[in-house]
């Protein structure tokens, strides 16, 4: 059963420290942990590697981290709406590693379900395929990829009973599921914490077994990343 916090500076304490390899859960601006990484930016830990499909963006979610200098390396798969990002790459001071956004998702559902690594022809022919090994089946080259693991997952639900069983809402699942399985120590901020019995058992995506700290999140802003709007007709 996953502890229950108050908030996501309670979440974190004794918990997150320097050269931590941290997975974010989100997409774009989608389904973000913001209460938790406000609280690791607060707490100024510092060195870390840090696994999400994107970095944010210059003011908010992980761009929070980079503009405070605390990630040295990014595990990404698109990083195209972060000015700052593509500075501090450009500079040297951030180190990243992309990944084609399937093999991304791949590697660490690969981590969660204990497979060591997966061949895929995905990158074939290309930079991602450099320096790894290769494998004909059928004919076909295929690259191996190893699964990705990290010391701490921080992941965004919509509701969870107190028994830390998660559901999520639309979209905003994207990689949180598969993050609760390939950490050591998960934390997950929800909009809403309801009884246990409350949820409907089928619509279940995470159950409590994954998670380990549990807490309601506040102020949530859920910004849009590219707001387009057409006229009315």
Request: some cysteine.
């Amino acid at each position: 059963m996953a502890i229950m916090c108050k908030d996501a500076q309670e979440a974190i304490s004794g918990v997150i420290k320097d050269d931590m390899v941290i997975m974010a859960g989100g997409f774009g601006l989608c389904g973000i942990p913001e209460n938790l990484i406000a609280a690791i930016k607060a707490s100024g830990a510092k060195n870390l590697t840090v696994i999400s499909n994107n970095c944010g963006v210059d003011d908010f979610g992980l761009g929070l981290l980079l503009e405070t200098r605390q990630i040295k390396k990014m595990i990404s798969s698109y990083v195209g709406e972060n000015k700052l990002f593509e500075k501090l790459f450009l500079d040297g001071s951030l180190e990243v590693e992309l990944n084609p956004q399937g093999t991304l998702a791949e590697r660490i559902r690969a981590a969660g379900a204990g497979i060591p690594g997966f061949y895929t022809k995905t990158g074939v022919g290309t930079v991602v395929a450099d320096g790894k090994e290769t494998k004909k089946f059928d004919g076909e080259t295929y690259i191996l990829e190893k699964a990705l693991k990290a010391d701490l997952a921080i992941i965004k639900g919509w509701k969870a009973d107190k028994s830390g069983n998660v559901i999520y809402n639309k979209t905003a699942r994207n990689f949180n599921p598969l993050m609760a399985t390939a950490a050591d120590l998960v934390l997950c901020e929800v909009e809403e914490i309801v009884e246990i019995g409350t949820l409907d058992p089928n619509s279940i995506v995470t159950p409590g077994i994954f998670i380990d700290k549990l807490f309601q999140g506040v102020n949530y802003e859920k910004r849009i990343e590219q707001r387009a709007v057409r006229e009315r007709v």
